[in-house]
């Protein structure tokens, strides 16, 4: 067991930080309400996979569905601390899974729209085949912390836990690896469970792979994200790969995968991205 | 240049099969309408990849975008041929980029729906790097043709033009790979075009992985699909490879990249399935 950072003793009661920060209640009109918390951001805007699981809050407790099977999120404007509105509509409901869509506003100014199918992922069963492993990665306490500093990282690494593969971790201080590829490990601060909603945010907590690409990239706003989960998460220490293949036109894509300490894959995610020029 | 198969000689007109199987238009209401066309299906229901095809020609004319450069896709039902109503509703618009969403129904039930962002590929740069190279296939003459037959290859295969790996072909008479992946070339018929909507059916125009695994599966009905399109198709046949990774718990994922002729990435896809047991 790890005791080190801010896991918490053994016998703590468990945090609850990322339940709050991603809270939302339904009004009496029907519109659900949250609150993009202060300390989510990346240079004052809100984490973008933190975005997604306040709108993945909305979808569960709107469809009375467990976990968010498919979700795809299309950004449209930075996500600032504040209230904010989450409008859901249901497209379809079948025995099995819902699809529905919702918007979350602020200031009545749309800043993402989600597209997603949700279920129940212990409902199923049927035949196996992995045809792929867990990254390897040094354990987490050989891994290298990421801590909020100034400008980087972000204030977001200070509400999660991530710590970087070593081999991935010198872009910082200018020594990218020279492959465009993120690994390291995920959770949530003070043993707070990881829960589907939780994999929305993970699949997005990593600074962007480019960064250890030699281009002249300092931010790749997201477009478009689209997360699988694929089974609940055991409890601990969840391992994160990110990878790119193709930067070309203006656009890059970003493929993640999340497993857990069984080593089952949990998530799997892909987004696109703008690559505009460093300024 | 190929000139076997239903390529067309040279000085033909190139054929609009698949334009008029995916034209749509608007009425007075705001309303859009097309038609699933017959014989553009599986065991009786419409190819995934064409329906989506239909609603990209929706989003492409009602936004004005000559591009779907992400799209995703959640089907609800079969699609069985008849007139169909696509109801869109834009929900972003920037200088560069339109988000929507739309629904495609048939006697008011809905099909699929889909949320997509739409812009004009060639309207940027941006620093280069490729990391992967077009998966390597015999040339299209030396590979096997997908043609209808009863009950299988499905009708689809004879609306567009698909040329099977030959080390992936086997699984019709029984004799599959092992390893879930399909590899082949695309092209439509009669030389028409394959514009950025057509790269929607592309992605989804390949028999399932999973039939090349050893597996008791015998079809994989999609939740969900989402397609990049990354860059205009040079004209000639499609280089295609789809494999899957993750069986698990009911659900695969299946990861398809479609390249021109002339080396470039042209679409990334991924969907989830279902993987009901064979009965």
Do not use: K
């Amino acid at each position: 067991m790890d005791r080190t950072g801010s896991g918490g003793a053994p016998g703590d009661t468990p945090g609850d930080a990322f339940a709050r920060a991603t809270a939302v209640t339904r009004d009496d009109d029907g519109h659900w309400r949250g609150q993009v918390h202060e300390g989510w951001d990346i240079r004052g805007n809100a984490n973008g996979g933190y975005l997604l699981a306040i709108v993945g809050r909305v979808l569960t407790s709107a469809t009375g569905r467990p976990q968010p099977l498919t979700t795809t999120a299309h950004y449209h404007r930075p996500g600032v601390p504040g209230p904010v509105t989450i409008d859901v509509e249901t497209v379809n409901e079948t025995r099995r899974f819902t699809t529905a869509t919702a918007t979350l506003r602020r200031d009545a100014e749309p800043v993402l729209t989600v597209l997603g199918t949700l279920g129940d992922l212990g409902a199923t069963t049927g035949p196996e085949l992995v045809r792929a492993t867990p990254p390897p990665m040094p354990e987490p306490d050989a891994c290298v912390p990421l801590v909020p500093g100034d400008p980087f990282p972000p204030p977001f690494t200070g509400r999660v836990e991530l710590r970087l593969h070593p081999e991935d971790a010198g872009f910082g201080e200018g020594r990218p690896s020279g492959e465009a590829r993120m690994r390291g490990w995920f959770r949530l601060r003070d043993r707070e469970p990881v829960d589907a909603v939780a994999l929305l945010c993970a699949v997005d907590a990593f600074p962007p792979t480019i960064f250890n690409a030699d281009l002249p990239v300092s931010w790749t706003p997201t477009i478009e994200m689209t997360a699988h989960v694929r089974a609940r998460p055991e409890p601990g220490w969840l391992r994160c790969a990110f990878r790119t293949r193709h930067v070309a036109g203006g656009f890059l894509e970003a493929d993640g995968e999340v497993w857990d300490g069984a080593g089952r894959l949990v998530a799997q995610s892909r987004q696109l991205a703008l690559v505009p020029r460093a300024r």
